[in-house]
């Protein structure tokens, strides 16, 4: 058994700081590098590839809405040809520093509102797909598994891979629920860990209602933003080990 175990990394901002980049990349196996839209900055962004590619781990371009002010979590009703431009520019970003770092972009993930939009949004999820066949149609990408963006991203002939989320409530539907609601975010780091190895090992999660949903995963992400988020993550990372759970990055060893 294997899995990947990615973060959000790469989201401070100028004097504001949002997570711990470094002691996260020593946990996980890829790191989803914000692109400078919904976070980070350039110094940011660079300081988050040398760390990746010091220590092995995949950088994926997270590609967002153009919200700063609203860390890319509100959904905005963009033209599908102006949202693949964006992503287009912000996976060019990225790759800059990933390649001045001795590495490259490996795949593609979207994030927050833009995640969660193309789950269904059938004309922005082929908007991104048409930036990434655009730009690499090599790199793989990342995604809730039965969404509208891994459906056509695989019709386009991209590589897919199913993500779950260590530290996010699930609806009976399989998909995550909403951060405006309360308790959409786990924090205790002994159950977040031992629903890790039940994603990893049986390829499900219970949801709020208490039903057990599928969810097939190749990745699993925890956020770098919570509360406790190293903590977390190294808890994950141990109980997965425990169970014999090999960590190791869904595109193959980063180089």
């Known amino acids: ?11 401070s901002f100028g004097s504001w700081t949002l997570g711990d980049d470094d002691a996260m990349l020593d946990v996980v196996t890829s790191a989803n590098v914000a692109c400078g839209f919904h976070a980070g ?5 660079r300081h988050s590839c040398e760390g990746a590619a010091a220590r092995g781990v995949a950088i994926g371009a997270q590609v ?3 919200d700063l002010a609203g860390f890319g979590r509100r959904f905005i009703d963009i033209a599908p040809a ?51 066949v655009q730009y ?9 598994p039965g969404s509208a963006w891994l459906r056509l991203a695989g019709e386009a002939g991209l590589t897919t891979v199913g993500e779950a989320f260590a530290d996010r409530a699930y609806t009976p539907e399989g998909t995550l ?10 924090h205790d780091p002994d159950e977040i860990a031992q629903r890790c190895v039940r994603i990893a090992t049986k390829g499900e999660v219970v949801a709020v209602d208490g039903t057990v949903v599928p969810a097939p995963a190749g990745s ?5 933003d919570s509360p406790g988020a190293v903590e977390i993550a190294r ?21």
């Open 136 to 144: 690499d149609p090599t790199l793989p990408v990342l995604g809730l």
């Open 220 to 224: 699993l992400c925890v956020h770098g």
């Open 82 to 132: 102006e949202l693949t431009d964006d992503v287009l520019y912000q996976i060019g970003a990225l790759e800059a520093f990933a390649k001045v770092a001795g590495t490259r972009v490996r795949y593609v993930k979207p994030h927050g509102a833009l995640y969660n939009a193309i789950v269904h949004h059938e004309e922005q999820a082929a908007a991104v797909v048409a930036a990434v």
């Open 177 to 186: 629920v909403s951060r405006r609601e309360a308790d959409a975010v786990l």
């Open 1 to 11: 058994m294997q899995i990947d175990l990615n973060a959000d990394l790469g989201e």
């Open 235 to 255: 808890r994950v990372r141990a109980g997965l080990e425990e169970a014999g759970v090999r960590l190791t990055p869904f595109v193959g060893e980063a180089a």
């Open 41 to 45: 900055d350039p110094t940011a962004l």
């Open 64 to 66: 967002g809405y153009r």
